[in-house]
């Protein structure tokens, strides 16, 4: 009788606990945490060979650690100080195809030792090398370096003219003094402005469409765009991001988005007028053609509703028209804005504002405009000297400001950063640059007096050979410890030429270099570079800041490596 039933009812049993493993809702909870932790999962990103999370439910609000080890590399990661019941501690910076041995320990509200166990093993695979953008870096003097990681963005362009838009178009990466990839993440489109916020998170843009936040574990948590994208396609039909999306009622959102202390996000959009030139502004141009005149304006929005607070256009600071600038290379070559207006539109583009950053306790809004060679301040509140959106001063050039010494202008500038001591440093590409018989890019820091309009040149760096970054770059400074400055520059769109077997002529391809310079003695301590020459391929870099942690404020996290 006894053996009649047993044996059905040990079937039913392991039937139903295939099945339940099968599904998910089967989960063996190791017997050191048993009565303390549920639904524990160890698990590696599927889009990622470098990240990984481990989940647990406590029955009682704690605190977790949990520890990787592997050989050579072992992970602490403790969350925040805040008791809970829910945990996600993700494994950031891992090494590729390497087999982890994962443990968790639990404690208590008041900070005591509850639980620990082994919880699983974590294995990683190989970085994506195939599509990752090829990095070589040189470190000459580590002990000028300031510390951290590099954040930066590549830009992949194909050599060939013509060629389709790639599913490995954008790429962030951060990488360690050595170069290793310690984290990165895809986007099909090309990412341009690139920050790290308050909270950790990463904020971009991509395709001058539209603007992007993402978690440090790749969650998206919010987009925002302009109605020049079109459709979920964007503009340059790349795909946007799935999930929500806040449509903003601008242009777009292009080369800089940022928060500000309030919490709100200013960025940069485009605005059109129609303005007739009696004797014509391009080549291609008749006598008394109305032309689409591109210019730009400074957007603060709401980002938890899209919220336009403030639109600022440029064509009510200055008329386009008292441009002093030559036109005819930049305004009226203009075609890679063509996706983001109708066909035939021929839009002619101003001012290119690349960069926005508050000054003056946030009472003016200074604007780097490319293509008339100088910096914009902008009232962002009215004042006794004019509505908000009015010109408090213009330093270029061409503006009739006096440079001080024996310092150099800038041309087709980007990335204006305000430094402690009011001094900017910023990143100069040198097109058109009338002053030297070769164009030749460089990071320079200035001093300015509007009152008097005078501007002198306090500290360059330039390349030996001089390089040239015809687009994009940047210029950040950095504090050593121990004291003093360094500099990292990202020479960020440079060009090689190479010869392809299936090009009729020579061509050329896009590359980025990244150096980091001691700010006394501009030596230069690092260096990493974006190239292949083999394949005649590279990547451009837009932007490039250096960060203490890929972890978000709050995390207690430490980390050895033998």
């Known amino acids: 009788m006894v053996r009649r039933w047993r044996t059905p009812l040990l079937l039913v049993v392991v039937l139903g606990a295939l099945v339940a493993l099968a599904v998910g809702w089967y989960r063996t909870v190791p017997s050191g945490l048993r009565g303390v932790a549920d639904d524990v999962a160890v698990t590696r990103d599927p889009d990622n060979a470098i990240r990984g999370t481990v989940s647990l439910t406590t029955s ?21 100080d805040s008791p809970a019941t829910s945990h996600d501690v993700p494994l950031l910076g891992l090494l ?9 320990t639990v404690r208590d509200a008041a900070g005591d030792e509850v639980a620990s166990a082994e919880v699983g093993t974590l294995v990683t695979t ?32 194909p050599p060939v003219a013509g060629a389709e838009p790639n599913t490995h178009a954008g790429y962030i990466q951060v990488v360690d003094a050595e170069g290793r990839i310690v984290w990165y993440h895809n986007e ?35 987009e ?14 790349y795909g946007l991001s799935p999930g929500e999306v806040i449509d903003l009622d601008v242009h777009s959102t292009h080369h800089e988005t940022l928060e500000t202390e309030d919490g709100n996000y200013v960025t940069l959009t485009r605005v059109v007028e129609e303005v007739a030139y009696p004797d014509g502004l391009c080549e291609s141009s008749e006598p008394g053609d109305v032309e689409n005149i591109v210019g730009d304006a400074v957007v603060v929005f709401d980002p938890a509703d899209g919220q336009v607070l403030q639109e600022l256009s440029f064509f009510d ?62 009232r962002a509140v009215d004042d006794e000297g004019g509505p908000a959106g009015s010109l408090r001063w213009e330093v270029g050039v061409d503006t009739g400001w006096e440079m001080v010494g024996d310092g150099r202008w800038f041309w087709h500038q980007h990335a204006p950063e305000l430094q402690d001591d009011g001094t900017i440093l910023l990143y100069d590409n040198g097109n058109l640059r009338d002053d030297a018989p070769e164009p030749y890019s460089r990071a320079v820091r200035y001093a300015i007096d509007p009152e008097a309009q005078t501007i002198e040149q306090l500290w360059e760096h330039r390349m030996d050979p001089d390089v040239y970054a015809s687009f994009v770059g940047d210029a950040d400074r950095l504090d050593i410890e121990g004291g003093g400055h360094s500099v990292l520059i990202t020479h960020g769109g440079q060009t090689a030429a190479c010869e392809l077997p299936e090009a009729e002529d020579d061509t050329t391809f896009v590359h980025g270099q990244l150096v980091e310079v001691d700010e006394a003695t501009n030596d230069i301590v690092w260096q990493l570079t974006t190239r292949d020459d083999e394949h005649c391929e590279g990547w451009g870099m837009y932007r490039a800041e250096r960060i203490p942690s890929l972890y978000p404020p709050g995390w207690d996290v430490t980390e050895t490596f033998e």
């Open 60 to 80: 009682d609000p704690s605190t977790v650690e949990v520890r990787a080890v592997a050989p050579g590399h072992q992970l602490t990661v403790g969350g925040t």
């Open 188 to 222: 099909p489109g090309r990412v341009q402005q690139l920050v790290r916020d308050d909270d950790g998170n990463f904020l971009f843009g991509i395709d001058e469409d539209s603007t992007r936040l993402i978690a440090p574990t790749g969650e998206v948590l919010g």
């Open 96 to 104: 590729a195809d390497t087999t982890y041995d994962v443990a968790v």
């Open 224 to 237: 925002w765009r302009g109605t020049a994208t079109g459709s979920e396609e964007g503009a340059r039909g």
């Open 317 to 378: 600071a200055q008329d386009v028209r008292d441009d002093p600038r030559p036109v005819e290379s930049d305004y009226c070559s203009a075609g890679y804005l063509d996706p983001q207006f109708p066909e035939g539109y021929q839009p002619r583009d101003w001012t290119h504002a690349n960069a926005v950053i508050p000054i003056d306790d946030g009472d003016t809004w200074l604007v780097s405009n490319r293509h008339t060679d100088s910096l914009w301040a902008l």
């Open 126 to 157: 190989p970085l994506p090398l195939d599509q990752l953008p090829p990095i070589t870096v040189d470190v000459s003097q580590p002990e000028r370096m300031s510390p951290g990681l590099t954040l930066f963005n590549s830009i992949y362009r």
